[in-house]
């Protein structure tokens, strides 16, 4: 079974308008993380925002900010006022704790996100 | 501030040589991992590594070897290369991976290689 699920291939977002990017992830281990991480055509991975299992709040790092429904085991990473350099790969993924070998991280298929002007 | 650096980042050799891909870090961070992108299959752990002299197998180990004699540096050798190796390979580290810990792990821009 996949632990972590990214139900969108592709998407598409006008510049200056908020999208967001899903993800749902499957653990029955009480203590996870989930980080959400960015690759553009050059390459590289860039670690956007993390949110904890136990993390009261949503987190948030500038125009990244992380929806986490924890009942329903989503963490959606929403994206406000898009910008043409936000065009790249989005891939979330998790971190068990002990019961899940807590020493990987577990990643999902990606969401290749098209901004256009 | 380089941070973490993989060499080379394209290499292209025959099925089986042996080749090693370099990954340093400036950090001084104690876990560092290797990771291969490939599609349809995302990124998956090979080997990682908690210290220097540690090394513990991932999900995909077979074909790999690390080592890690110094915590700055830990390349990574597949020891007679096949075509199935062909693939994006990425190091990354981390300050703290310990139980409960919120560090992140940071990539190196990665390697292109790929095995004729």
């Known amino acids: 079974a996949q632990k972590i699920t990214q139900t969108q291939p592709g998407m598409f977002v006008q510049e200056k308008e908020a999208v967001t990017l899903d993800c749902t992830y499957d653990?029955?281990?009480?203590?996870?993380?989930l980080f959400w991480y960015k690759q553009p055509s050059s390459g590289e991975m860039i670690f956007l925002i993390y949110?904890?299992?136990?993390?009261?709040q949503n987190a948030t790092e500038g125009r990244y900010s992380l929806n986490f429904q924890k009942a329903r085991k989503s963490a959606n990473l929403v994206i406000s006022a898009s910008q043409l350099g936000d065009s790249a790969m989005y891939f979330c993924?998790?971190?068990?704790?002990?019961?899940?070998?807590?020493?990987?991280?577990?990643f999902g298929a990606g969401t290749r996100l098209a901004v256009h002007p | 501030d380089a941070g973490i650096t993989q060499s080379p980042r394209y290499k292209i050799t025959e099925t089986g040589r042996q080749v090693t891909l370099m990954c340093h870090q400036t950090?001084?961070?104690?876990?560092m991992f290797w990771y291969r992108q490939d599609l349809g299959h995302g990124l998956r752990l090979i080997y990682y590594?908690?210290?220097?002299?540690?090394?513990d197998k991932g999900e995909v180990p077979d074909g790999y070897v690390v080592s890690r004699s110094k915590t700055e540096n830990f390349p990574l050798t597949l020891e007679s290369a096949t075509r199935s190796q062909t693939s994006v390979y990425f190091c990354?580290?981390?300050?703290?991976?310990?139980?409960?810990?919120?560090?992140?792990?940071?990539f190196g821009d990665g390697t292109r290689l790929s095995i004729l």
């Open positions: 990354a580290s981390s300050s703290g991976w310990d139980l409960g810990s919120n560090q992140p792990q940071h």
């Open positions: 653990t029955s281990d009480p203590s996870y993380g």
């Open positions: 949110q904890g299992s136990y993390d009261q």
């Open positions: 993924a998790m971190r068990e704790g002990l019961s899940g070998g807590y020493n990987k991280l577990i």
């Open positions: 950090w001084s961070h104690s876990y």
């Open positions: 590594s908690a210290a220097a002299d540690i090394t």
